[in-house]
């Protein structure tokens, strides 16, 4: 079966750092776009962060530009995104998304981590 565990959640002060992953097992990961969304309590998700299958190209969020990095390992099936610089509007929860097109949009979402940015 598919699927992405995302991990690397927690508590952190402001200006901290923390990295998360992504574990993907159950699908051809190296063949698959992945991102990074999260979604604050009132707010809607939104796109953070996007990498191509080959991590030949990358994507962010002008709101993380300069602080969060992503990356992927296909020889791990794994995604990262480092944070620095962490500001309490970065709380959220972060999902994990798998994606490519095949005549129509194939995607696939883990179940999230919680980032509370906090003193």
């Known amino acids: 079966q598919v699927q992405l565990v995302e991990s690397g959640g927690g508590l952190v002060q402001p200006g901290g750092s923390l990295r998360l992953s992504c574990a993907a097992s159950g699908f051809t990961f190296r063949s698959y776009s992945m991102s990074w969304y999260r979604q604050a309590p009132g707010k809607e998700r939104e796109l953070v962060a996007s990498?191509?299958?080959?991590?030949?190209?990358?994507n962010y969020a002008d709101s993380v530009k300069g602080r969060f990095t992503i990356s992927r390992d296909n020889a791990k099936n794994t995604v990262y995104l480092q944070m620095s610089s962490l500001k309490p509007e970065d709380t959220a929860v972060y999902y994990c998304n798998a994606a490519k097109y095949i005549l129509r949009r194939m995607e696939y979402w883990g179940k999230g981590t919680l980032v509370t940015v906090s003193s």
């Open positions: 990498i191509t299958s080959a991590g030949l190209s990358r």
